[in-house]
């Protein structure tokens, strides 16, 4: 006989994930050959909601998690179709709508799962620390920040404001090649004065902030990644699109883990465009 009776299940509650950063439209061009010189090639082409801190915040709410992102919304069709597509993902929109455009994004990939990418801003990098309250950050289980922020002011001061109210503070770096046309030296400093928990970041990227120390979550492409937990070999998918694969793993790692970390990103490489597709299954 059992003296010891079961514990009572006890009901996980769903993590609040908060991200700031940008809300893009994504125009995804997947040519069926390599594109010709003036001349008309084929393709697949999409026009999806995007921006890194958008993905991860509606691939968090896709899996299961409160989420809510803080951004500068244009006034502009794209700006309006971003954001009405982001709400279909239960995602909390918050912070200004500034008279202007939004940003674009125009990704062209190669047909190997590399992919090229035109970036307009718009008007997406000026947030301010005025444009957001403190509550939305400090009752957040975590505030995961786009690299991108750090890239340029004023967002870089609202981005390390809100992460000196945030419990905990994840980011996603950005490209080695913007980090090199900031500077090094200077990236890191904002950096430093961010104080995340927790960097995902790929190869590339983490080799150009070398001296930065932190706990890393370092994305290899179709060789997996690595976690603080050890090495996870990505899942055997036949790639489509590898546009926000990135922003889908570290919302999947957020919300549950790397197991939850790695199907994310075989879910989103499956499929066109940087955010879920409703017709892909929702992981347990």
């Known amino acids: 006989m059992d003296d010891h009776p079961a514990e009572p299940e006890v009901e996980r509650r769903a993590p609040t994930i ?14 069926t050959r390599q594109l010709a010189a003036d001349s008309d090639t084929p393709a697949t082409i999409r026009f999806t909601p995007g921006g890194q801190a958008a993905n991860v915040a ?11 992102l803080i951004c500068v919304r244009g006034t502009d069709v794209s700006s309006e179709l971003a954001a009405r597509s982001l709400a279909r993902y239960g995602v909390e929109l918050l912070g200004p709508v500034l008279d202007g455009r939004g ?17 307009d801003r718009g008007i997406a990098s ?8 403190r509550a939305w950050v400090e009752d957040a289980d975590v505030l995961h920040v786009s690299g991108y922020c750090l890239l340029s002011e004023p967002m870089a001061e609202a981005a390390i404001e809100a992460a000196r109210l ?8 950005a490209s080695a090649h913007d980090i090199s046309i900031v500077g090094r030296r200077s990236f890191i400093e904002r950096l430093e004065a961010l104080a995340p928990d927790l960097v995902f970041a790929t190869e590339a990227e983490r080799a150009a902030v070398p001296e930065f120390d932190c706990t890393w979550v370092i994305k290899l492409g179709p060789d997996g990644a690595r976690f603080p937990e050890g090495h996870y070999p990505a899942l055997a998918v036949e790639p489509v699109d590898t546009t926000g694969a990135g922003d889908a793993l570290a919302a999947g790692y957020l919300v549950g883990g790397p197991e939850l970390a790695m199907q994310a990103a075989a879910n989103s490489v499956s499929q066109v465009g940087a955010m879920p597709s409703w017709a892909a299954r929702a992981p347990d």
């Open 18 to 31: 908060c991200t700031i950063g940008d809300l893009m439209l994504d125009v995804i061009v997947l040519p």
């Open 58 to 68: 509606a691939w968090a709410g896709f899996l299961g998690a409160r989420s809510r």
């Open 126 to 133: 000026m947030l301010t620390p005025a444009d957001f309250e």
């Open 103 to 119: 940003g674009v994004v125009v990704s062209i990939g190669d047909g190997e799962g590399r992919r090229t990418m035109a970036s």
């Open 166 to 173: 945030a419990p905990r503070r994840t980011l996603d770096l």
